[in-house]
């Protein structure tokens, strides 16, 4: 078999989504997603331009030398265009040989190691009272883990404070919006909404947060501490995710488990965080840490060392990484829980999938291959438009980290 062509496929039913369609001669075709928030078009050119030239005419079975070709042929290696777009062909490439095989991508990466993938959706509010809500609202559609964010006095908006990211209205951000962080308030909020949020509902269900990168270690250790008596499944990205040894204090100060690494696009930017203890948690994904070829190396790494996935899904991914993730996830041993962030049903509709979920529980179906098509004449209807991710200024007009 051979791979004759490979298209992109950009649509935006909620989110902006690039996709990759691999297409062999055998006339099966592969799908990858290659969608970087904010930046699309560059992966698209880089794909275009690059990666595509060299992938026509190769043996789509060589998922490991593709990987390895794409990975070292760069010279500048690694960065979140490139590997967003390594990412991408790798999912495809696994798709294709599943598809061949007539088997679910999980059956060839060892099979089934756990009943279903441990999910967790969002929850937040602009007042506690109503993020408590909110909680209750998704474990009544059946979540056992929740992301709580609830809005900070005195700033008109927070990170993660929309009821769905991806419910977004569209508007057209020529340049990013600005939001403001106020450290201090912050952290005199996140403990009140834990503790309302555990009166309400005990400790049976697992809660998480998200600080985003907004904290400088000392103040990451005292919020870790202040969470403790609300037992915290989390405390995600508390520092910014590439000063690794800033994480040393945190995790001196605190008990609460640490998550960390979204933003990571390969082992060597989370190899000091996993090798010293310094989380629990790592979140890197198919999506932006190499494909499922990519995100695996990082999971054996990180067993020995007591560390366990917690894969990124925010609702701007597409189903084709949540896919992936979850064929990943029910094969690896050491995956703690998966980000189920839903989309859209629009972006439902437009990529039909075969995962589903139940019970607090993700799994990946038993469809040949990763399980998910596109309908690319309704992705036709969605037309591309640029959009920023926000930044974020501190009080005093600071440029801070979004
Ligand atoms: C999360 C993330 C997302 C990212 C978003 C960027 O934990 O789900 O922090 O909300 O900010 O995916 O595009
Ligand atoms: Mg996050």
Redesign the pocket.
Known sequence: MRITDVRLILTSPGANYLTVKVITDDGLYGLGDATL?GRELAVATYLEEYVIPMLIGRDPSAIEDTWQLLGRSAYWRRGPVHTTAQSAIDMALWDIKGKELGAPVYQLLGGRSRRGVLAYSHASGIEIAQAVDAMHEQIAAGYRAVRLQCGVPGLPSTY?VVSD?SDQPRAPHEVPYEESWNTAAYLETAPKLFAAARDAVGMDVHLLH?A?HRLTSIEAAALGKSLEPYRLFWL?DPVQADDQTAFRLVRQHTTTPLAVG?VVNHLSECQTLISERLIDYIRATVVHAGGITGLRRIAAFAEPFGVRTGC?G?P?MSPVTLAAALHTGISTHNVGIQ?H?RHTSTTDEVFPHAYTFADGYLDPGEAPGLGVDIDEGLAARFEYRRKY?PTTRLVDGTMWNW
Do not use: Q
Request: hydrophobic share 25%.
């Open positions: 928030v993660g990211e998200d985003h995600e979204e990124h925010a701007d980000e962030g991710l």
